[in-house]
């Protein structure tokens, strides 16, 4: 029986041998990755998608390092989104019985939510230049919907177990709805940079040290509300498998910040120390 002095907040975990897999698979590779970011292997998107193309010879007009297809960055970021959108919007409006009451619910919607949110900002509000590997795509892509699907897989399971002592649905949706908010607000600052910067001026392409809201006090603002956004996953479904996802996330999201942080100092000469990464003061 579950303990109900153990982990109050968590429904019991699901007799499915694929969730409890896919739960460990999550937590483990995630944050393998954001140990790769600190070591400085990247995942080629964003800035360093240069940093990797200047490391196989600086060349990347039509072929990634590994000799693969390359993508626009705007076609690379809707292929990594775009199947999560359809996998969360298929289950909250297309599978019959895939979303049974309202925890389930809320939490397809939440989902849904997010991946459109990232689509509109791909198609409205980033500023993109270079190209994009279709692996690394296709491998976002992948991990986004698996573990969408999961997620959403996961709660169904939990239909009819106990619930958890500690309910967080509702912390819960607020603080997605605080991590969305403030993920969109500084990506529209990020674009701001890079519109008013005209695609030249200091650093490579055109990139600037960004200001304005977290930005005066931490490197990645947008993937610290990121993470508040999944950890909202996490309360409002409050299954394991979602708090290893909201685990995974962060730990890799705390690498890449720091990455990026490193990267903004070799570019910028007076780029603050006091600017931390992710935490303002912290980290």
């Known amino acids: 029986m579950w303990p109900s002095t153990w982990l109050p907040f968590l429904y019991p975990p699901p007799a499915s041998v694929y969730v409890a897999a896919m739960s460990a698979v999550s937590l483990v590779s995630m944050a393998n990755a954001g140990l790769a970011e600190l070591r400085g292997t990247h995942m080629a998107y964003s800035k360093f998608w240069h940093v990797v193309a200047a490391g196989a010879g600086g060349n990347n007009s039509n072929k990634n390092r590994g000799g693969g297809a390359l993508l626009k960055s705007r ?3 809707l292929v990594a989104y775009v199947p999560a959108l359809l996998a969360a919007a298929a289950a909250s409006f297309a599978v019959p019985g895939a979303v049974d009451g309202p925890r389930a619910q809320i939490l397809s919607a939440a989902l849904a939510a997010h991946f459109l949110k990232r689509v ?36 169904h399971l939990s239909v009819g177990l106990p619930d958890p002592p500690v309910d967080l649905l509702y912390p819960g949706v607020a603080v997605f709805a605080a991590g969305i ?14 519109s008013d910067n005209g695609g030249g001026g200091g ?81």
């Open 203 to 283: 650093g490579d392409n055109g990139y600037k040290i960004p200001r304005g809201g977290l930005f005066e006090f931490v490197t990645c603002p947008h993937y610290l509300f990121e993470i508040l956004g999944f950890f909202g996953f996490a309360m409002i479904g409050q299954t394991a498998y979602a708090l290893a996802v909201a685990t995974g996330t962060a730990a890799y999201l705390a690498g890449r910040s720091c990455a990026t942080r490193r990267w903004y100092q070799s570019k910028f000469e007076e780029f603050p120390e006091r600017i931390k990464a992710l935490v303002p003061f912290l980290l």
């Open 120 to 155: 509109l900002e791909v198609l409205l509000v980033h500023r993109y230049s270079g190209s994009m590997p279709v692996d690394t795509a296709a491998t976002i892509g992948t991990s986004y919907f698996v573990s969408t699907a999961t997620m959403i897989y996961a709660q």
């Open 181 to 194: 908010a403030g993920n969109f607000y500084h990506h529209y600052l990020l674009s701001k940079l890079r």
């Open 75 to 77: 076609d690379g970021m």
